[in-house]
């Protein structure tokens, strides 16, 4: 960007790239903040630091990556925790993060309830700091999820987005500041829509993996778990977990629009893929969801004998890079 200047080409950085902040001021999520990122390569982002640095709305070269549900962007001023609540709040966008201490269905275990999908999206960021540095734009911050006589965890949020590039990076430290041990559950629900996701996309994912699927519904199509249906009327719902065997890669990429879709994780952290696919009119959605459990709610996941543990005072690290790219 400096030598650009130097060279004379532009004055002002925000001819090519946008970074600032602004505030939705009527409907239901009125209030909500967002900082708004649009790099020189067309990637378009909003992150909302309400809602703990997860990303709403993403275009790529003026074109929409992202789903977006019937319900729009959720209001920070307002959380349901009630188990039928979740379906009249979820919006969705490019990166909704379920967790931390449950994920799935809402679920008591012992004495505690815990809401579908767990709390994290509900918490707002703290100490956020937004900035352009080393041709890159950093977005930053602190989410804290805690309770009286219990839990104390947090996380370290940093999003990094090429400045020259079409490329987000999510890194997460994960932090148990108690002196006990925390079980963890983590969903980095990545959502993508119309028209990167029709009929014409294809996912593509490494040949050495186990699919899971997980309902009779789900197996009845699991050959076709990889290329899409044109909208049909009440379609259910499908959900296959695909466990990796070591290549934590994936690809969505549509020949008719000329964009595809890159997203890698770290494996070693996230070791299971989930795939949510609604074929469903009005509800037209593929969720690429790298995770470390099977979303059966901390109760059940607990029993299945894959709930993760972090110890007393340690961290852990989570990384998903997603890049949009012509084909």
């Known amino acids: 960007m400096d030598k650009l200047i130097k060279q004379g080409y532009i004055g002002n950085p925000s001819q090519l790239i946008t970074l600032r902040r602004i505030k939705i001021e009527e409907g239901k999520a009125r209030g909500t903040q967002i900082i708004e990122i649009k790099t020189a390569d067309g990637l378009e982002l909003d992150i909302l630091p309400d809602l703990g640095l997860d990303i709403g709305q993403c275009r790529y070269k003026g074109v929409n990556m992202s789903w977006l549900s019937k319900n729009g962007y ?10 039928n609540e979740f379906v009249n709040t979820f919006p969705g966008g490019l990166l909704y993060t379920c967790g931390l201490r449950s994920a799935g269905p809402a679920n008591r275990d012992g004495e505690e309830w815990h809401p579908l999908h767990g709390r994290y999206h509900s918490i707002a960021a703290e100490q956020v700091c937004a900035e352009i540095k080393d041709k890159e734009i950093i977005v930053s911050g602190t989410i804290r999820e805690t309770a009286l006589f219990g839990h104390n965890l947090e996380v370290k949020r940093i999003l990094r987005i090429p400045v020259f590039g079409s490329t987000v990076v999510v890194n997460d430290t994960i932090s148990n500041l108690s002196s006990k041990n925390e079980e963890i559950m983590m969903i980095y629900h990545c959502n993508f829509g119309y028209p990167l996701l029709s009929e014409r996309a294809q996912l593509k994912l490494p040949d050495s993996r186990e699919i899971i699927p997980r309902t009779e ?19 259910e719902e499908r959900v296959f977990f695909h466990k990796m065997q070591k290549d934590y890669t994936a690809c969505l990429e549509n020949p008719e629009l000329g964009i595809k879709m890159d997203m890698c994780w770290s494996g070693d952290t996230l070791p299971i893929l989930s795939e949510w696919r609604s074929m469903a009119s009005g509800d ?24 993760v543990t ?7 690290n989570n990384t998903v890079k997603i890049t949009f790219s012509e084909v």
């Open 74 to 83: 959720d209001s920070p001023a307002v959380f349901h925790p009630y188990e």
């Open 284 to 307: 037209y959605v593929l969720g690429l969801e790298p995770t470390n459990c099977y979303i059966m709610g901390r109760h059940e996941e607990r029993k299945n004998g894959s709930l």
């Open 310 to 316: 972090l110890k007393a005072f340690q961290s852990m």
């Open 217 to 235: 519904f789900a197996a009845s199509g699991l050959e076709r778990s990889c290329v899409f249906d044109k909208p049909v009327d009440n379609e």
